[in-house]
């Protein structure tokens, strides 16, 4: 069921690499909503991550939403085996190449929810011809690669923007990048309602004292929801 109260989704680029299966277990008991999986492929981002087995592993130890983002150029060719590892929702970047459209509708024709990220540099010119295919915009807060980075001030203007080109069209606003217990109020203010959080999350805890997660999780939650109005 589609609804705009306030979700957390750790990404587990900050988890500990050794321990995946324990992590994801960890932050959901936690009170984690969405898993968010970031995806990177040392081209289209300075990084490398998870290939699509690595995301089936994972999946066995997720019982909600695993929220798969793909940093990854060129993305078609790959959009099956993610969709095939488990993905509930399969997020591209507008940026990976010249067919996005093609590349909404493929994810879709997977049986994933369609996600369609903006990276900080990227304008919503192009979204009134995308907005009835998506069913998430992820507006990047940072430019994508690496976990622990400066929030961009600049795309809370973008966020709003976006809300209102929106109206009652049931799409998720997703944030990625730099979220706190400071910034997570003014992207829900503007009107965002999936927060992905990697270092607020997992800093100062581990699997074992996952009530770490757990106080940085609802900081972050109640941040958020009380600005929300
Ligand atoms: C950046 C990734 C983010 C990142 C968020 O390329 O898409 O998901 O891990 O990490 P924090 O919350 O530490 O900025
Ligand atoms: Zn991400």
């Keep these: 069921m589609f609804d705009r109260t306030i979700k957390i989704a750790p990404s587990i680029l900050s988890a500990d690499f050794a321990n995946f299966g324990a992590e994801c277990r960890a932050i959901e008991a936690q009170g984690a909503d969405w898993v968010h999986v970031d995806v990177m492929d040392g ?72 996600g369609l990220a903006l990276n900080p540099g990227t304008g919503l010119d192009q979204l009134p011809y995308l907005l009835d295919m998506v069913d998430l915009i992820c507006v990047m807060t940072v430019n994508p690669g690496f976990g622990g980075q400066k929030f961009i001030h600049s795309q809370v203007e973008k966020v709003k923007a976006l809300r209102a080109m929106i109206g009652d069209r ?21 009107g965002a309602d999936v927060l992905v959080a990697g270092s607020a999350v997992f800093s100062g805890g581990s699997v074992d004292t996952p009530q770490v997660y757990g106080r940085n999780i609802a900081a972050i939650r109640a941040a958020a929801t009380a600005a929300m109005g």
């Design 43 to 114: 081209h289209f981002v300075p990084n490398l991550t998870f290939g699509p087995a690595t995301c089936a592993a994972i999946r066995k130890h997720i019982k909600g939403v695993m929220d798969v983002h793909l940093m990854i150029s060129p993305v078609d060719a790959y959009i099956e085996a993610y969709a095939k590892a488990g993905a509930d929702v399969i997020t591209a970047h507008l940026e990976s190449g010249p067919h996005i459209h093609r590349t909404l509708q493929a994810i879709r024709a997977a049986g994933a929810k369609a």
């Design 170 to 190: 049931p799409i998720h606003i997703e944030i990625d990048g730099g979220v706190t217990t400071e910034t997570a109020p003014l992207v829900a203010a503007a």
